[in-house]
């Protein structure tokens, strides 16, 4: 079982920025893709970034030029820089790890490991 464990939440003012991290255990993270999902209260989880194992991006249309997905392999970890935050970015995010194929890893069914999850706060 993969571990995956989020850090870098908290509370910032509207268009404020900060860096989510993403550290999972197992010797195959460098064949993984990595996403970033998000769930506010009442809400559905929805897809935020992803990157695969060969660094192609992909990023939801709510934060498209805001947000920037990183992963550094020799680390095991996987970023989410997130630049002018809205009142709206507001939710829990989740790292998810799998290897699902192009067509579905906006799907939090594509991926087969997850996080607790890191609060994120923004303050108008």
């Known amino acids: 079982q993969v571990q995956v464990v989020e850090s870098g939440g908290g509370l910032v003012q509207a268009g404020g920025s900060l860096r989510l991290s993403c550290q999972a255990s197992?010797?195959?993270?460098?064949?993984?893709?990595l996403g970033w999902f998000r769930q506010a209260p009442g809400q559905e989880r929805e897809f935020v970034a992803a990157i695969s194992m060969s660094r192609h991006t992909y990023y939801s249309d709510s934060v498209k030029g805001r947000f920037t997905i990183s992963r550094d392999n020799s680390k095991n970890t996987v970023y989410l820089l997130m630049d002018s935050l809205k009142p709206e970015d507001t939710a829990i995010y989740f790292c998810a790890h799998g290897r699902p194929i192009t067509s579905n890893l906006r799907n939090p069914g594509g991926y087969y490991d997850w996080g607790q999850g890191t609060q994120v706060t923004v303050s108008s």
């Open positions: 197992g010797s195959t993270f460098s064949t993984k893709t």
